[in-house]
Every structure is written in C-alpha cells, then in structure tokens.
C-alpha cells in the first residue's frame, strides 16, 4: 500500500505551466495520493482556467484560492495546513508548478521512510527541462562561506554511474517530500523569508533536528527553471529577496563565529561585486534591490508586497 500523500502545487498567474504539471501528476503509479493546488492571488482569468481544469478531476484535486500573494513560504504553509486538515497525510510533497514528473518518482521517493524514521526529507534528481540530460539537482549542500544551497552537478551532463539514495545536507524546493514527523517537529517553512533561501533554513532546521535529508537519483522531475520569476516580478525582486534572506538566515540560524566568515564574503562577494557589475550594467533597479535587502534583513522588513498576516482566502 502507498503512503497517504498530499502534493502542494502553487499557481501565481501562470495556469498553463500549472496545468501541465498536474498532467503530468495525473499519470503517476501511486494509489494514495491528493493534490492540493494554491492560487496564490493570481487575477481572476488566470484562477478560473485552474478552477475549470480541477472541477473535471475534484476527486484527485483540491483548489485552495488565496485572495492574496502569500510567496512560496506562505502558499505552501497554507496547502500543507489545509492538507492536513482534509487529507490527514503521512508525508507532503512541495513541488513547483513548472516542473513534469516521471510516473514512478514519489514511489521511489517515498521508500526511503520505511528504512529510517530519522529521515525528514527525501529529494530527488532533477533534470533541466529544455536540456533534459542535464542535471539541475543532484543532491547538495549548504555553502557555509555564502549561505546559498549549492547543487551537486549543476548544469552538467548526469554521469549516470550512481544510483544508490545518498544523504545531503540540502534539499530544494523545487521539489521535496517532507515527512510528517518532521513537519510535527519543526513546524512548516518560515514565512519571513516569502521566497528564495526558505530551502537552505528549512534544511538547516531539520538537520539540526537530528533529521536526515535523503536524495534518490531513481526519482526524476524535470524543471522549467526561471519561469515564474522571469515572467512576474524579474530578476530585481529575486536579488532583493536573496539579500535580504540571506542576512535573515544568518541572524537567526547561524552560529555566532559563523558570521566571521559570512560578512566578509557577503559584503565583498555579494553587495560589493553584484552593485559594481550592476552599475556597470547600468541596472540602478538591482543596486536599489541589494541596499534594500541588506536594510530590510536587518530590520526584518518585507516590502514590494502587501499582504495580511492571516491567510484570507478567495470567495466562491
């Protein structure tokens, strides 16, 4: 018998990309799976091309309409809260909208919890989408110099010599199954950091919970890596995002003579390096993002976005 899983797939304003991927989901071997899909305030066209797709297959698939952009951490929380609530699930699947799934990945995924009631997280290999035998994950880790997740392999052709689950210190979220003893144990992603490096601290967290993160190269998705920001906001919110969380993850995760190695690293590396090549761009907005990220990691400040700090969901 499969596990009792709930799969969160959010949508923000791009419900051909989101429809595809639940495609895909639908072809799955798995018999004891439901998806919970996350409009995350997207305008109303956009929700009803995903509310007419779900009405057709409600048993399989579950709208949850969020009247506002609540970011990756937020849209997720609210799916895996309401998942829990309806669906009761042994294990949640975080996966992006701009990804396709090979039919046998979850079982793949999912094995490994039988063998140790220690892992937390199981990931598995992920391949670029247009360049299919490239890889964009293949396990990884947390740089310790620069607080990124770094993946193993980027952008390489896959060896194809390793087949064997092997432990990481880092899963992305582009796609990860998260056990419920995890989720029971230190609670869903921090919605401070509402996009960008949430995957690097919840991986953190669950390391430091004595959890292990497993990654299983039998388990393929392929991603369309870049779409949903490329098409919303662009790159400068991305890099206003990653300052700013970057700096956040430090104050609150790192260990105190950790910061000796990140604050020169971030300020050179980083703002130094990223503004001047900005300013040689002449791309002033990303200069503007970087100073702001670095002033709101501080002040813990969020801004571009408007939101409640109460999930307020759609009418019907």
Same mark, same amino acid.
């Given at each position: 018998?499969?596990?009792?899983?709930?799969?969160?797939?959010?949508?923000?304003?791009?419900?051909?990309?989101?429809?595809?991927?639940?495609?895909?989901?639908?072809?799955?071997?798995?018999?004891?799976?439901?998806?919970?899909?996350?409009?995350?305030?997207?305008?109303?066209?956009?929700?009803?091309?995903?509310?007419?797709?779900?009405?057709?297959?409600?048993?399989?698939?579950?709208?949850?309409?969020?009247?506002?952009?609540?970011?990756?951490?937020?849209?997720?929380?609210?799916?895996?809260?309401?998942?829990?609530?309806?669906?009761?699930?042994?294990?949640?699947?975080?996966?992006?909208?701009?990804?396709?799934?090979?039919?046998?990945?979850?079982?793949?995924?999912?094995?490994?919890?039988?063998?140790?009631?220690?892992?937390?997280?199981?990931?598995?290999?992920?391949?670029?989408?247009?360049?299919?035998?490239?890889?964009?994950?293949?396990?990884?880790?947390?740089?310790?110099?620069?607080?990124?997740?770094?993946?193993?392999?980027?952008?390489?052709?896959?060896?194809?010599?390793?087949?064997?689950?092997?432990?990481?210190?880092?899963?992305?979220?582009?796609?990860?199954?998260?056990?419920?003893?995890?989720?029971?144990?230190?609670?869903?992603?921090?919605?401070? /950091?509402?996009?960008?490096?949430?995957?690097?601290?919840?991986?953190?967290?669950?390391?430091?919970?004595?959890?292990?993160?497993?990654?299983?190269?039998?388990?393929?998705?392929?991603?369309?890596?870049?779409?949903?920001?490329?098409?919303?906001?662009?790159?400068?919110?991305?890099?206003?995002?990653?300052?700013?969380?970057?700096?956040? /993850?430090?104050?609150?995760?790192?260990?105190?003579?950790?910061?000796?190695?990140?604050?020169?690293?971030? /300020?050179?590396?980083?703002?130094?390096?990223?503004?001047?090549?900005?300013?040689?761009?002449?791309? /002033?907005?990303?200069?503007?993002?970087?100073?702001?990220?670095?002033?709101?990691?501080?002040?813990?400040?969020?801004?571009?976005?408007?939101?409640?700090?109460?999930?307020?969901?759609?009418?019907?």
């Amino acid at each position: 018998m499969d596990q009792r899983t709930a799969i969160i797939i959010l949508n923000w304003n791009s419900s051909e990309m989101t429809i595809a991927c639940l495609d895909s989901l639908a072809q799955i071997h798995h018999d004891n799976f439901k998806v919970f899909v996350v409009d995350n305030g997207s305008i109303e066209k956009e929700w009803k091309l995903i509310d007419d797709y779900i009405s057709t297959n409600n048993q399989l698939f579950t709208l949850i309409s969020l009247q506002y952009n609540y970011g990756f951490t937020g849209g997720n929380n609210a799916g895996i809260i309401e998942a829990q609530k309806e669906y009761q699930p042994k294990n949640v699947l975080l996966l992006n909208n701009d990804t396709v799934v090979d039919p046998f990945f979850l079982k793949e995924m999912e094995v490994e919890f039988l063998k140790n009631e220690r892992i937390g997280i199981v990931v598995p290999k992920i391949y670029f989408y247009d360049e299919p035998t490239k890889l964009y994950y293949a396990g990884g880790y947390i740089n310790k110099l620069s607080g990124m997740g770094e993946h193993n392999l980027w952008k390489q052709e896959d060896p194809k010599d390793n087949f064997k689950p092997q432990s990481e210190q880092f899963a992305n979220g582009c796609c990860m199954l998260i056990s419920s003893k995890l989720l029971d144990k230190i609670g869903y992603l921090n919605d401070h /950091f509402f996009a960008n490096i949430e995957d690097v601290e919840y991986s953190y967290r669950a390391l430091k919970a004595d959890f292990g993160i497993i990654y299983v190269p039998r388990a393929i998705v392929w991603h369309k890596e870049g779409f949903a920001s490329k098409k919303n906001k662009g790159q400068w919110f991305r890099i206003y995002l990653c300052t700013r969380n970057l700096i956040l /993850f430090f104050r609150e995760r790192a260990r105190w003579y950790s910061l000796f190695l990140f604050v020169p690293y971030f /300020f050179i590396r980083w703002v130094a390096y990223m503004s001047l090549k900005s300013i040689l761009s002449k791309d /002033f907005k990303s200069v503007r993002s970087i100073f702001l990220g670095c002033l709101d990691g501080i002040t813990k400040k969020l801004r571009y976005v408007q939101r409640p700090d109460t999930f307020i969901f759609r009418p019907r």
